[in-house]
T-cell receptor, first 119, second 116 residues
Framework: AQSVAQPEDQVNVAEGNPLTVKCTYS??????LFWYVQYPNRGLQFLLK??????LVKGSYGFEAEFNKSQTSFHLKKPSALVSDSALYFC?????????????????FGKGTHLIIQP | GAGVSQTPSNKVTEKGKYVELRCDPI?????LYWYRQSLGQGPEFLIY????????DSGLPNDRFFAVRPEGSVSTLKIQRTERGDSAVYLC??????????????FGEGSRLTVL
C-alpha cells in the first residue's frame, strides 16, 4: 500500500525567510510525487510533480521540491517566503508499480500542513 | 467556465435522506475522480472514471455510495440513507487522462455535505 506522511501540522515562517514543508512517502515501486496547495475557500491547485529525471523539481509560484530516494522524502521548498504563500499544502503519491484498480488510480494524499507566513 | 464545476457548493440534509452531488469536468478531460475530505484530513480517493466507465471504485466506503458518468462528461455522486459520518467536503477532479505525462489533477471547489 502507498502512504504519505506530513509530520508537521503547521509551519511558521517569517516573510522573506526560506521555507520547507516536509513530506515522506512509502510505496512498493517507484513513486509519482505531487504537491498541491489549498487556499481558503478555493479548490486544490497543482504546484509541482516528480515523475522521473532531475531530483530537483521546480513548480508554480517559485516553489521547488527535492526528491530523495534514499530518505523517501519529497520536501517542498521556497527560498523567500511571501505572506501570500500562507495556505494548506498537501503532498501526494502514486505507486508506479501498481496496476489499475484497488485505489491505485487515485492519488494518496497526506493530511496537509498549514503554512503560515508572518509579515 | 474553464475549470471543474461542482454543485451544490453546500448541502445540508437530514440523516437517512438521499443526496446527489454533481461534477462538471473540464471539457475534453477523459479522467474524472471523486475524493472525500474530512475535517483535518487530506483528500481520500473514492472512485475514478475513464470515459463513461468506473475504472476503479475501490474507494467507495460502502454500497450506499454510487457514482455515474453516463456520457463521459458530467458525473453524479449519489449517497443513499445518509449518515452523520458522511459529512465532509466531496471533491471532484479531472485530468486529460492517466498517463506518465499527466498526473496533474484539476480540482473543483468541492461540495460541503452536512448530515444532521
Amino acid at each position: 500500500a502507498q502512504s504519505v506522511a506530513q509530520p508537521e501540522d503547521q509551519v511558521n515562517v517569517a516573510e522573506g525567510n526560506p521555507l520547507t514543508v516536509k513530506c515522506t512517502y512509502s510505496v512498493s515501486g517507484n513513486p509519482y510525487l505531487f504537491w498541491y496547495v489549498q487556499y481558503p475557500n478555493r479548490g486544490l491547485q497543482f504546484l509541482l510533480k516528480y515523475i522521473t529525471g532531475d531530483n530537483l523539481v521546480k513548480g508554480s509560484y517559485g516553489f521547488e521540491a527535492e526528491f530523495n530516494k534514499s530518505q523517501t522524502s519529497f520536501h517542498l521548498k521556497k527560498p523567500s517566503a511571501l505572506v501570500s504563500d500562507s495556505a494548506l499544502y498537501f503532498c501526494a503519491v502514486r505507486d508506479l508499480a501498481l496496476g489499475s484498480g484497488g485505489g491505485a488510480d487515485g492519488l494518496t494524499f497526506g493530511k496537509g500542513t498549514h503554512l503560515i507566513i508572518q509579515p | 467556465g474553464a475549470g471543474v464545476s461542482q454543485t451544490p457548493s453546500n448541502k445540508v440534509t437530514e440523516k437517512g435522506k438521499y443526496v446527489e452531488l454533481r461534477c462538471d469536468p473540464i471539457s475534453g478531460h477523459t479522467a474524472l475522480y471523486w475524493y472525500r475530505q474530512s475535517l483535518g484530513q487530506g483528500p481520500e480517493f473514492l472512485i475514478y472514471f475513464q470515459g463513461t466507465g468506473a475504472a476503479d471504485d475501490s474507494g467507495l466506503p460502502n454500497d450506499r455510495f454510487f457514482a455515474v458518468r453516463p456520457e463521459g462528461s458530467v458525473s453524479t455522486l449519489k449517497i443513499q440513507r445518509t449518515e452523520r459520518g458522511d459529512s465532509a467536503v466531496y471533491l471532484c477532479a479531472s485530468s486529460p487522462g492517466w498517463s506518465p505525462n499527466t498526473g496533474e489533477l484539476f480540482f473543483g471547489e468541492g461540495s460541503r455535505l452536512t448530515v444532521l
